[in-house]
């Protein structure tokens, strides 16, 4: 079984000041001790890095060199995958969005469930209920 993680989890399991952080270092911690494919998109990755470092979003925003480290830590990992878009991603995109009104935040959910469709994945570990609107994954909170 495969599954991933939204950028949130990343977040709070990097931020200690965060009410989450506990839950989502645990679910983190477990997800990286495997032995199941974990899959880290890169729109997750590059949010992580946007968010983790930014003064207005965290109190204590963590130095780009150490966010860095974090990615190439996880990216180290024997069985982490990144992989992108792929040929056919907008008939994937519209078939995850054919019942849903996408528009404003939710557009980046809609494209990385459509990114977990497209290479099979079907877990994704959230505090973000918004993606409990898409019938094409499970979503799982890591309180």
């Known amino acids: 079984m495969s599954s991933t993680v939204d950028v ?9 000041t965060s009410r989450f952080h506990e839950e989502a270092r645990a679910t983190l911690d477990r997800l990286v001790a495997g032995p199941d494919l974990l899959y ?4 997750v990755l590059m949010g992580y890095l946007r ?7 965290l109190p ?18 024997p069985h ?13 995109y519209r078939a995850v969005t054919s019942d849903v009104t996408v528009r404003g935040n939710l557009v ?4 990385l469930v459509a990114l977990m469709r497209q290479h099979g994945v079907t877990k ?4 973000d209920r918004d993606f409990r609107k898409f019938d094409a994954i499970r979503v799982e909170d890591p309180h």
């Open 124 to 127: 994704l570990w959230t505090r």
């Open 40 to 43: 880290l998109f890169w729109p």
């Open 108 to 111: 980046p959910d809609a494209h």
């Open 60 to 77: 204590r925003p963590l130095p780009p060199d150490e966010v860095a480290a974090n990615i190439g830590a996880l990216l180290a990992l």
């Open 80 to 92: 982490v995958r990144t992989v992108g878009e792929e040929e056919g991603f907008w008939d994937v």
């Open 8 to 16: 949130n989890v990343l977040v709070y399991a990097s931020n200690s």
């Open 51 to 57: 968010i983790a470092t930014h003064p207005a979003l």
